[in-house]
């Protein structure tokens, strides 16, 4: 009989997230299982919260890992902090900021947005502006772009609302461990990532963190979080209660993954892991320009670790990808939105962040468009 598994490729993972994973970290995977309240299992909770304090820089109690990817941080944010007609300001400039807007609103958040041009960043002086004009409970932003390739400026903006009184929720789901982000000293309220991008492992889990005010805020609601499932309170009794309390079945497994993903980044270093990306970001960009490519963002706010290319005049754009994946193996990834036909996205996070991969995808291409 045949078995699907076996038709499997090896696939180089060059694309907005999954990206390639360390074998180290699926010799992890390949653990054996224990319970998800095993003093063991418990041990190594404990161990993932102190490797995620030092990977996102904060001291926040509640760091922890919720078991889903990181759409599940975002709505965890999102139905832990919003209380209905609680006044949010969200600057938008992409896909995924755009979802900002639809997950707030659903929770009964009053939602405005500041708008800017897809593929600019966020203007630090236009969102201080916009909170002299109107007091807001919440301003929310992504740190990186995944659907544009811009990197925003988180850094200038967190001491902005701060300032403004009001909590500031960060998407940081491509950015994490690529780029500097340094929770505590940028004024960070709320964050949430993924697995699978710039930290280095399949997809399935959802770091998060939330600062003593942020909680405060979610202990003094008027009515219970609506969701059990993603219910910071809940979950921080599974986390660091005493006796620990069962709330869902961890997948153990994944969190091993995870756990060996993170020790990699340590042992590097964080900032020796961001220096990498920036390192075969600049590298993968010379060589696409050697081939007549140019980016959609300009140089000062490119996101590293995720690569806008302008499609070529006279190119199919979809028929590179699937030569890509077919004959080479590699993935890329399309554009969405409304950049869709218009752009590849090449991602370098993770495993796949090295001059080797980059050095294979550019020979790829370089046939495929027969330059
Ligand atoms: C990928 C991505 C998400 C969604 O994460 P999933 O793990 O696919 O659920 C959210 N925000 C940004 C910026 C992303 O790149």
Same mark, same amino acid.
């Given at each position: ?33 224990? &319970? ?123 001491? =902005? ?104 980044? *340590? ?47 006279? =190119? ?19 554009? *969405? ?12 996070? &993770? ?17 495929? *468009?027969?330059?």
């Amino acid at each position: 009989m045949s078995n699907l598994l076996d038709t499997i490729d090896s696939v180089l993972l060059m694309g907005p997230g999954p990206s390639s994973v360390n074998p180290k970290v699926y010799q992890a995977l390949a653990k054996s299982t224990i &319970g998800h309240l095993d003093p063991q299992f418990l041990g190594l909770m404990d161990g993932l919260k102190e490797s995620l304090r030092k990977v996102m820089y904060t001291k926040n109690e509640a760091t922890i890992t919720l078991s889903g990817t990181g759409s599940s941080g975002m709505e965890a944010v999102m139905t832990n902090l919003i209380e209905d007609g609680e006044p949010m300001l969200v600057a938008v400039n992409g896909y995924f900021s755009e979802r900002l807007v639809e997950v707030a609103s659903r929770l009964g958040a009053q939602v405005d947005k500041i708008e800017f041009p897809w593929g600019k960043p966020v203007d630090p002086s236009e969102v201080a502006k916009k909170l002299k004009e109107k007091s807001y409970k919440f301003v929310s932003m992504v740190h990186g772009e995944t659907s544009t390739g811009v990197l925003n400026p988180i850094k200038e903006v967190g001491p =902005i609302v701060r300032a403004a009184g009001a909590y500031f929720i960060v998407d940081a789901v491509t950015s994490l461990g690529a780029n500097e982000l340094h929770v505590d000293d940028w004024c960070v309220d709320a964050l949430y990532s993924c697995s699978q991008k710039g930290l280095g492992c399949p997809s399935g889990l959802s770091p998060v963190t939330f600062s003593a005010r942020a909680m405060e805020k979610i202990a003094a609601r008027k009515k219970k979080v609506p969701n059990f499932y993603l219910d910071m309170t809940l979950l921080m009794k599974y986390w660091s209660g005493t006796p620990r309390g069962y709330h869902h079945t961890a997948p153990a497994n994944m969190y091993y993954a995870f756990y060996e993903a993170l020790a990699l980044i *340590l042992e590097e270093g964080v900032e020796n892991v961001c220096a990498r990306h920036k390192e075969v970001h600049e590298y993968l960009v010379a060589g696409l320009e050697k081939l007549g490519l140019s980016l959609l963002v300009e140089k000062p706010w490119r996101l590293p670790n995720l690569n806008t290319v302008l499609i070529p005049q006279g =190119i199919e754009e979809a028929a590179v990808r699937k030569e890509l994946r077919q004959t080479y193996k590699i993935e890329v990834g399309a554009g *969405l939105g409304s950049l869709a036909g218009k752009i590849w996205r090449i991602g370098i996070m &993770g495993h796949t962040a090295r001059k080797e991969n980059v050095d294979t995808l550019l020979a790829a291409l370089k046939k495929i *468009l027969g330059r």
